[in-house]
């Protein structure tokens, strides 16, 4: 009889994806989808929410279709975080979009809340910036938009959660509306110090607590597959929620200071294991990595930047290219960006600047300047946000750090990790992890069920830096002076 497997979920913000994993950590199926982002009105993010558990499940009936007779002895999530669903607690049908991380429908209201002085406060107990990537102030909008909404929440009519909410209270046919402490410390309504909901938040961003869901740990009790929802049995439990930045930092198995990961993915995250909170001084985030049913918890430091991969994406389409791959071709045609450095606040600037009025420029161009030059830029750029965040955590634990480890879609680009060594002057280390969130959520999952699990070959690809310090300097300067004018843009 062949050995249980986890089924591992990794909903992400263009892909989702599905995953069997076995004890040995090697993957034995896996399948995926593209996910569509709208964008409604200019700032506005969001995705169909019914498309996100459709696809869902889709993925799980094939990869059982290809795997007959496997034992599952669990199904883990690890989700594009920050990402919010409104639904009827009755039908289970979503009220409106979900209004995804990128979403920048509250700029408005979070601009209100700073200049009533509330960010303080509000900093002081969720460890989060005042910021639209954060959901507090995306869910008073969505009630406030859908009719009745406020009233049908005051009668228990409606329940709202991030992703993995979303997807746990469909899996369980409506029996457990439940989140871990990871996703839960995303949502700017949850106190770092009390690690629960905090009445003071929800009051001051205008969210009524009823509707939000029991906060669980990462490898706690979230219920079991509902009979007849998907191709499982019914039965199998749910063993794992995690964000999809916390499970990649389990999968490198990070869990002290002096090491910093990095997912570049349609946005990118760097975190850094802490032993405690960290409250910030450069505009980063303290965060719950994950938490244990044994009671302890993993506090961790984080820094999000809205537009990584997508930049990528942007560019590629700007300059009428097939794909990625081509972009990166045509960078590689020139020895440098001559001078043309893009800031790609396509959806603002995250960490550690926090501008969301800024948008994206493309300066220091001449007669010279030709398309692989603003390809070249666009990966530069890539790498640059990632260094003014390594940068920042850096200082803020006061700890030097020499290597960054990286995963995600992006990262599997060689010129990008080597622009990330060049312009960081740090050693960057790729591990041979497939799917490093979905790998990291299976590994918690396993060992909730007993199973010893680990991460895959743990050799690493290694670039070191190789860019002369006056060139890395230049285009730096040139760097910090166009972050300079985007955020003067922005605020002038």
């Known amino acids: 009889m062949s050995r249980p497997v986890i089924l591992a979920i990794d909903q992400g ?64 999530i690890s989700n594009q975080r920050e990402t919010i669903v409104l639904w009827d607690a009755r039908t289970g049908r979503p009220l409106a979009p979900a209004a995804i991380w990128q979403c920048g429908r509250s700029a408005s209201r979070c601009a209100a809340l700073r200049t009533a002085g509330l960010e303080h406060e509000i900093v002081a107990r969720s460890g989060l910036s005042i ?23 005051a009668r228990g009519e409606i329940r709202c959660g991030t992703i993995d909410s979303w997807l746990l209270w469909n899996l369980t046919g409506g029996g457990v509306h439940a989140t871990d402490h990871s996703n839960a410390s995303r949502t700017q309504l949850f106190n770092l110090d009390t690690l629960d909901w905090d009445a003071e938040l929800a009051r001051i961003f205008d969210v009524p607590m009823a509707i939000l869901p029991k906060i669980v740990p990462s490898d706690g ?6 009979p007849d929802v998907t191709a499982l049995p019914g039965g199998v439990p749910v063993q794992a929620l995690l964000g999809d930045s916390h499970a990649a930092l389990y999968a490198h198995g990070i869990s002290e200071p002096g090491r910093v ?11 850094a ?8 001084s450069r505009g980063l985030s303290s965060t719950i990595a994950w938490s244990r049913r044994d009671g302890s918890v993993q506090h961790a430091l984080e820094g999000n930047i809205s537009v990584s991969g997508h930049a990528v994406a942007f560019a590629t389409s700007l300059l009428g290219l097939a794909d990625g791959a081509a972009l990166t071709a045509l960078a590689q045609q020139v020895p440098d960006s001559g001078g043309v450095t893009f800031i790609p606040a396509l ?54 750090i020499a290597a960054l480890s990286i995963d995600g879609g992006a990262a599997r680009n060689d010129l990008l990790a080597q622009m ?36 895959g070959d743990p050799v690493a690809t290694r670039f070191d830096p190789a860019m002369p310090t006056h060139d890395r300097n230049r285009i730096k300067r040139n760097w910090r002076h166009a972050v300079a004018g985007a955020i003067a843009q922005a605020t002038g």
């Open 13 to 76: 913000t263009t892909n989702t994806k599905a995953l069997l994993v076995a004890a040995d950590g090697s993957v034995l199926q896996s399948r995926s989808r593209a996910m569509r982002v709208h964008y409604p009105q200019p700032g506005w993010a969001e995705q169909s929410a019914s498309d996100i558990w459709e696809a869902v499940a889709a993925l799980i009936a094939e990869l059982v279709a290809a795997a007959p007779g496997i034992p599952i002895a669990g199904l883990a």
């Open 131 to 153: 910021d639209p990537l954060f959901p507090a102030a995306k869910i008073a909008l969505l009630l406030d938009a859908v009719p009745g909404a406020r009233e049908r929440a």
């Open 221 to 226: 009790t979230f219920g079991t597959i509902a």
């Open 261 to 271: 990961k990095a997912t570049i993915g349609t946005g990118s995250s760097l975190m």
């Open 273 to 280: 294991a802490t032993p405690g909170r960290v409250r910030s």
């Open 347 to 400: 959806a603002g600037l995250g960490a550690p600047h926090w501008q969301a009025g800024a948008r994206g420029t493309i300066s220091g161009m001449t007669l010279a300047t030709r398309p692989a030059h603003v390809a070249r830029a666009t990966i530069e750029a890539v790498a640059l946000q990632i260094g003014d965040v390594l940068d920042a955590i850096a200082a803020d634990l006061d700890h030097s």
């Open 420 to 455: 990330l060594a060049d312009l960081t002057g740090r050693t960057i280390l790729r591990p041979t992890i497939a799917e490093a969130s979905a790998m990291g959520v299976a590994m918690l999952a396993a060992a909730a069920s007993g199973i010893e699990m680990r991460a």
